[in-house]
């Protein structure tokens, strides 16, 4: 008699793919927190206010809820 634990079999293909987007998810992000500074500097005359009030305001209603 087999006995499951409900544990899916791990392939070497998925534990591939795992790890490949890992490494692109953890890419992505170094290069937004590297350029990010230098993309708003060029940026500087584009006025965000509009886009910081609506930040703001979700960030509060997620906050209050």
Sequence with gaps: ???SL???AFSNRR???GL???A???SLLYLCLTLGEKLL???E??????L???FGFFSLAIAVQ
């Design 15 to 17: 534990v591939v793919g």
């Design 20 to 22: 490949i987007s890992i």
């Design 41 to 43: 500097a060029a940026l």
């Design 52 to 54: 910081h009030r609506r």
């Design 6 to 8: 409900g544990i899916p």
């Design 45 to 50: 005359g584009i006025r965000f206010g509009a």
């Design 1 to 3: 008699m087999r006995y």
């Design 24 to 26: 692109l998810f953890a």
